[in-house]
């Protein structure tokens, strides 16, 4: 592929891509502008996103007629001098999903109603790649509205599980740092083949379990130095429950808008977890409760790997991770929700069905999950690696290698113990905090953190009715959230 430049005849460059015109040879500057006013859009476009674009000069067109941010999709590196003329370019690389650098980039909301456009005449040079620019594309809207609906279904909850952790917390960790190697417990199938190596090293790294992967190291007589749990909904606390185990000196590590059961909150030492756009900074600022920072993430593994590089200056394993459908068991047993679902099998409707048709509806949302470490792989591929008994997995996980347990023993020889500090959690007025919400209840901030999936459709819509029509969903759900708030903090 060649890119050749040239002056046009109204004095402007031009340029061709392999012998073909990329841009007018006459009047580019016109070419861009005429484009840009022919352009129909039925909503109110929170972004612009144009494919390959080339000498760019629809960038400042666009940027008037439109007054949001534009970003372009590169195909072509020549033409990186033209970049500053975008709020962000994103290169296409087909080893590396574009999907989630725009997700990353650009957000689920700006996506969700964004204006999607191809530069034809750069566009028809790159016609093999425009498919799967389109694929990507596709899927990264796709992804954003699930975690739109995701947010718009769990905030609220997310909001009053925050107010039910900072009510309740008792006792607070405080884990320092440490030089040991830290082994992610995860739950896929691989687990189970590694649970007697994870025993017979345990002094030999401080294991991190993910709630899911709590009973079958409970089951094995295993302990481990930490349990993370970060999901909001109700079913999580189901992995978290141990009957007949004594787990009082367990320690979690719990993000404050997760599930988490009473007891635990008032009787197990607690690491609370605050993310940069966690709740509890925003809305309950004054509990004297000092968090620790973690990374927001699809999954709880993904939270879990980006917290262990904050606690180690060492090697970090995922062990369990596969991240792929597998032919029985979704997760190594025992499972707390396979428990619970096994109740209602029958013979008509048998757990060889159930297995069956979870493996293949877990599908899209592990591929999202792969993606995710496979983008996150280029920045920690030298310190974090999948671990396991010579599984043989579907996916590579892009640049993170895969080991066995003979690797580890080899590499890391060293024993320690991991030190965790415990102190009392502070009191705080919860009346106070409430009526601080409350003052920030109108605020366009705060439709977005709790309505955003009406807020995205508020702003993308250009009809008055119904646009009022939306707006009294949100009143009638506000009222019913800080009816809930009022009991929580009721005796606070």
Known sequence: MSVEFFTARNGDVSCTIDGRNAASSYNPVNEAKTFVSSLECSFNP???????????????????????????????SEFVEYDSLWDKVIYFNSERPLSEDLYNHIGEEKLCSALFLEWRPACQCAEDKL???????????????????????????????????????RKLAIPSGTSLPVVIACSGPSLKDSLKFISRFRNRMVLTAVSSALQPLLNDGITPDLVISTDGGYWAKKHLSSPGTDTRNLVYAVSCEGACPYSILKN????????????EKKYFPDTGIDFFPAKRNGTVSGTALELA???????????????????????????????????????????????????????SSLDIYRNWFVSFSDRCSERVFRLSD???????????KDVNWKYFEENCRKEGKFEISIKEAAHFNGRKI?????????????????????????????????????????????????ASLERIFSGN
């Open 268 to 279: 197990n030492p607690v690491i609370p977890l605050s993310y940069d756009d966690g709740f």
């Open 309 to 363: 590089l904050n606690l180690t200056d060492d090697k970090v394993f995922l062990c369990g991770l596969d991240l792929a459908p597998a032919p029985g068991f979704q997760h190594t047993q025992p499972n707390a929700l396979e428990k619970i679902n096994a109740v209602s099998d029958n013979r008509i409707k048998s757990s060889e069905s159930r297995i069956s048709g979870s493996r293949y509806s877990s599908s």
């Open 46 to 76: 929170s972004c612009i996103l144009i494919i390959e674009p080339a000498l760019s000069y629809c960038a400042p067109f666009l940027r008037e007629r439109f007054n949001v941010p534009v970003y372009a999709i590169r195909l072509f």
């Open 390 to 400: 010579n599984f043989s997995y579907a996916s590579p996980l892009g640049k993170i």
């Open 131 to 169: 498919p799967l620019v389109w694929s990507e594309i596709k899927a990264s809207v796709e992804k954003s509205r699930s975690v739109l609906v995701t947010r718009s279904y769990f905030s609220q909850r997310w909001l009053k599980n925050s107010a039910n952790f900072l009510t309740n917390v």
């Open 434 to 482: 409430l009526e601080s919400i409350k003052e920030k209840a109108e605020g366009e901030s705060f439709l977005n953190d709790f309505f955003p999936l009406e807020n995205v459709v508020l702003k993308k819509n250009t009809n008055q009715a119904e646009r009022e029509i939306i707006l009294n969903k949100i009143r009638e759900k506000n009222r019913s959230l800080f």
